[in-house]
């Protein structure tokens, strides 16, 4: 993954915040930027968590520690320690999405049953939810602002636009590994039973039974 120059790594935080930074937060994009290694995945998660209130001091010393937890924890020398804090990105982006919005935190696990690259809409994600399309539009909406989905284009389906994203592969794969290992949390499914459910799900809206 490339790495951003220090100028365009405060762009990310201009562009979450609608606005330039002042001084005094520049100052604290910049250490907080140096810190994640000016990794771009990072820099989206972390302006997403500051755009929602979470002080700069608390998240960058959060950083700190949840990768020093992940070195105690690694035991190959072959991990960069750049793969470390986009670990320690995803873990504080996701640990509280688990602990306030566990809904919202399996929907996002679900996406890991779909394939690398795939566009998603609420069209799609209601069928693999399970639920309407409404709250399907509006998950895909707050995992947006929590920067765990990309915008897309928008997609004409049967004359109506409906807005399309994307998921990060480094996203998709932690996904899946979450799946699985929080399978007793998530309806207590391997990734081979989600992909059984999906099809079941998507039987569920076909005419009669038939693909």
């Known amino acids: 993954m490339p790495l951003l120059l220090p100028e365009q790594a405060l762009q990310i935080f201009d562009y979450r915040f609608g606005r330039p930074l002042p001084e005094n937060e520049?100052?604290?994009?910049?250490?907080?930027?140096?810190?994640?290694?000016?990794?771009?995945?990072?820099?989206?998660?972390?302006?997403?968590?500051?755009?929602?209130?979470?002080?700069?001091?608390?998240?960058?010393a959060s950083l700190k520690r949840e990768?020093?937890?992940?070195?105690?924890?690694?035991?190959?020398?072959?991990?960069?320690?750049?793969?470390?804090?986009?670990?320690?990105?995803?873990?504080?982006?996701?640990?509280?999405?688990?602990?306030?919005?566990?809904?919202?935190?399996?929907?996002?696990?679900?996406?890991?049953?779909l394939p690398d690259d795939v566009v998603v809409t609420a069209l799609m994600t209601a069928s693999i939810w399970n639920i309407s399309l409404s709250e399907a539009a509006e998950r895909l909406e707050f995992l947006w602002n929590d920067a765990l989905?990309?915008?897309?284009?928008?997609?004409?389906?049967?004359?109506?636009k409906w807005q399309s994203y994307r998921i990060h592969d480094l996203l998709h794969d932690t996904a899946q590994r979450q799946l699985e290992h929080h399978r007793a949390l998530v309806s207590e499914m391997s990734l081979v039973n989600a992909h059984m459910m999906l099809l079941k799900r998507y039987r569920m809206r076909t005419q009669e039974g038939l693909w």
């Open 26 to 60: 520049r100052i604290q994009a910049l250490e907080l930027s140096e810190e994640v290694e000016y990794l771009p995945l990072a820099l989206d998660l972390a302006s997403a968590q500051i755009a929602k209130g979470k002080p700069w001091d608390m998240l960058l």
């Open 149 to 160: 989905l990309t915008l897309g284009a928008e997609h004409m389906v049967d004359g109506k």
């Open 67 to 113: 990768v020093a937890h992940l070195e105690t924890l690694e035991n190959s020398p072959r991990r960069r320690q750049g793969e470390l804090k986009l670990e320690a990105s995803f873990n504080l982006s996701l640990t509280p999405l688990r602990e306030d919005f566990p809904e919202v935190w399996k929907s996002f696990l679900w996406l890991g049953v």
